[in-house]
Structures are given as C-alpha cells and as structure tokens.
C-alpha cells in the first residue's frame, strides 16, 4: 500500500500545482474570449439580417442552440436560430433567419474550420442563395442535386450536408412552433 | 554538457532528425492543418513553446517524478502547456485558434513531445533539455511551414500571413491562382506532398553520407 502512495501523492503535487497554473491564465483570459465570442456573435446577426430583437433564450433542441425573436419592417416578426452542425472540420456555429411559416429569410455560416477555397466557400453570402425563400411550400435542399447548380457544391460535400441538415432542423422547429 | 555537445543536441533536430523528414513524428496534425502557410507558422510556434516548456519542467521535477507513474506525470504538465497555449491563442488570436481546431489540443498526444521527455528531459539537465526541445520543435516548424506554403501555393495559388494594419494577410499568385491543383489541398495531396519531400531530404543526407559528410 505505502508503494503506492507515494507516487499516488507525488502525482497529486503535480496535477495540483498545474490546476493552479491553469487557474490563473484562466481567470485572465476567460473574460476576453467570452467577450470576443459575444462580439463575433452581434457582427454576425447584423451581417445575417437588420432587425429589433424582442426576446431571445437558450435552446435544447438538436442543432438550435440559442433563438432571437426579432422583427423589421419589411418582415415583420421573425425567428433567428444559432445552429452548431458539425462540418468536415469540426463544430461549425450557422445562423439563420426564419419566417413563421418556416421559410428561410436568409443565413450565415459565422465560426467553422472548413477547408479554405473548398468548404469555406460557405462562408461567402452567395452561397445560401440556394437555400433563401425555402422551407415552406417549397422544401430546402436536401441534397446537392436537388440545388439549381450542384456544381457550387463540389467538392464539399460534407459542408453542404451540414449546412442544408441544420437548416432544414431549424425550419421544422419553427414550422411545429417549438421555439419559445 | 560542453558547448560542442550543446550545438550537436540542437543541430541534430533540424535535418539529421528532423521529426517530419526522419523520424515521421507528427504525422496526423502535419497533414491535417498544412493547408496554409498561416497555419504551418502558428502550430510550428504552438509545438515549439509546448516542447521547450515541458521538457524544462520534466528536466526540473525528473528527480521528484516517480518511476511507476512516470508518463501520467509528463502528460499532465504537456496537457497543462497546451491548455495554457489554447486559452491564450483564443483569447488573442482566434482566427489562427479556429484554422487549427482540434489539432491545438491533440497537442497532448502527439508523440514529438511526449517522444522528448521521455527520451531526453527525463535523463538530462533542464538547460540541454531546453536546447533538444528548441532544435526539435526549429526543425519541426521549419518542415511543417514548408509543406504549408508548398501546398497552399499550389492547391490555392496563394499564401495567407498574418493580417497587419491594411494587409489583409493573403498574398495572391497570378496564373496559379485560377488554375490551382485543388487535390494538392485536400489529404490525398499533404501525404504526396510530405512523401516527396521525405523521398528528397532523405536521398540529400544519403549522397551527404556517400561523399563522407
């Protein structure tokens, strides 16, 4: 027994000692990356649509993560969902603006690491042209076939997957009426 | 450790066992954030820091680390390291942080740094072990930022900095710009590109050799 506890306390000392180092670069730098979240999050809304927000929480809903109740004078109100689908490199952060009845007003796809001139593309506002005014009568693309130019989509598969995946998530729970 | 051996520790990283090139270390975040030339810099600096610290800290407590739990010792002052580092890149470089992703973390198991303590710090004083990690992660860098630049050159036609004042960090290249080989971007082309040059640092060191070098 007393074999093993003196390595197991010597261990302890150490993950001891690198918690506290860990603690204070965290109390430093937390702030600024919350802040710099925060402020990425607000350029991002602005970029995606012009509005006055009503009411916004926290969502538990599959992809949606967060809502905005917001409205304007050439939409009146609508539903902006932050939605998190996983692309070829990882997490990627999408928002997107609906109508009541579910059709997508417009979308931005704000922090991923997709491949650059391949994935990233999505990035580019021409990009969800493919996808604005659908999800009500006329359904959003599911697959890169079923867009006007397959071609835009190329290459990337994996992007187009999850950016039409989440989408189409967030335009259902706003068509079944599930947002707060 | 007299100099001479001190300019052989640091000197020995850089080419004659250089992580990518001979020992074929660091595989998996070399072929996966290799995609710029941006990219190849911060990770070769983020490897760098994470060597340098973790094998002085594991030089410094080798006496006080116990034999049997030796590994889970090293791994947690590494882990420590890198988390230092991914705080303070999100923190104050966020759009390096997002081009490297995962890759920051996976850090911890990449098996150049664990590799060095292991086989160096755990062994050596803090000041040579300083000198191994700093011609190593030199050597690393050096390799990574050259496949970054070889590969984002001819499968984007460009190469991306750091953005500065008005400078928005992307160097454009005529001709090759439209007619990039897209594949040469993609995985398939990292493990060509990585393969040659391999193929080539290796066939210079074995002519050095022949001609009594």
């Known amino acids: 027994m007393n074999s093993l506890l003196k390595p197991a306390l010597k261990l302890a000392i150490i993950c001891f000692a690198a918690a506290l180092a860990l603690g204070l670069v965290n109390a430093k730098a937390s702030p600024i990356?919350?802040?710099?979240?925060?402020?990425?999050?607000?350029?991002?809304?602005?970029?995606?649509?012009?509005?006055?927000?009503?009411?916004?929480?926290?969502?538990?809903?599959?992809?949606?993560?967060?809502?905005?109740?917001?409205?304007?004078a050439s939409e009146g109100n609508f539903i902006v969902l932050e939605l998190g689908p996983s692309g070829y490199g990882g997490p990627m952060t999408l928002l997107a603006a609906y109508r009541p009845d579910g059709s997508l007003i417009n979308a931005v796809l704000a922090e991923n690491s997709e491949t650059p001139g391949i994935g990233k593309l999505a990035e580019n506002a021409s990009y969800m042209e493919m996808f604005k005014n659908k999800g009500a009568a006329e359904p959003l693309p599911a697959t890169a076939a079923e867009t006007a130019s397959p071609d835009a989509v190329s290459g990337a598969t994996v992007t187009f997957l999850a950016v039409s995946g989440a989408l189409?998530?967030?335009?259902?729970?706003v068509k079944e009426g599930?947002?707060? | 450790m007299n100099d001479m051996n001190l300019k052989e520790v640091f000197t020995k990283g850089l080419v004659k066992e250089n992580a990518i090139f001979a020992m074929g270390l660091g595989l998996c975040?070399?072929?996966?954030?290799?995609?710029?030339?941006?990219n190849g810099i911060g990770m070769g600096a983020l490897v760098i820091f994470v060597l340098v610290c973790s094998n002085f800290i594991n030089s410094l407590i080798r006496n006080f680390v116990p034999d049997q739990a030796r590994i889970p010792c090293?791994?947690?002052?590494?882990?420590?390291?890198?988390?230092?580092v991914d705080l303070i890149m999100q923190a104050y470089f966020p759009s390096l942080s997002e081009s490297l992703g995962v890759f920051v973390k996976l850090v911890v198991v990449n098996c150049i740094v664990l590799g060095r303590v292991e086989a160096f710090a755990s062994k050596n004083k803090p000041w040579?072990?300083?000198?191994?990690?700093?011609?190593?992660?030199?050597?690393?860098?050096?390799?990574?930022?050259?496949?970054?630049?070889?590969?984002?050159?001819?499968?984007?036609?460009?190469?991306?900095?750091?953005?500065?004042?008005?400078?928005?960090?992307?160097?454009?290249?005529?001709?090759?710009?439209?007619?990039?080989?897209?594949?040469?971007g993609l995985p398939a082309g990292a493990l060509l590109?990585?393969?040659?040059?391999?193929?080539?640092?290796?066939s210079l060191a074995a002519k050095k050799t022949a001609r009594g070098g």
């Open chain 2, 128 to 184: 040579p072990s300083v000198i191994d990690a700093l011609g190593i992660g030199v050597g690393f860098a050096g390799a990574l930022i050259l496949i970054s630049a070889l590969r984002e050159i001819f499968g984007a036609g460009s190469i991306t900095l750091f953005p500065i004042g008005n400078f928005n960090g992307i160097i454009k290249i005529p001709l090759l710009e439209s007619k990039a080989a897209r594949m040469v």
């Open chain 1, 168 to 173: 189409i998530e967030g335009s259902n729970l």
């Open chain 2, 193 to 202: 590109v990585v393969g040659y040059l391999r193929a080539l640092v290796t």
């Open chain 1, 33 to 72: 990356i919350e802040a710099r979240k925060a402020a990425n999050l607000k350029e991002k809304l602005g970029a995606l649509i012009e509005g006055e927000a009503i009411a916004d929480g926290q969502l538990q809903a599959g992809q949606a993560k967060h809502y905005y109740r917001m409205q304007n």
């Open chain 1, 178 to 180: 599930k947002i707060p």
């Open chain 2, 74 to 84: 090293y791994i947690v002052v590494i882990a420590t390291f890198v988390t230092i």
């Open chain 2, 29 to 38: 975040p070399t072929l996966a954030v290799s995609t710029m030339a941006v």
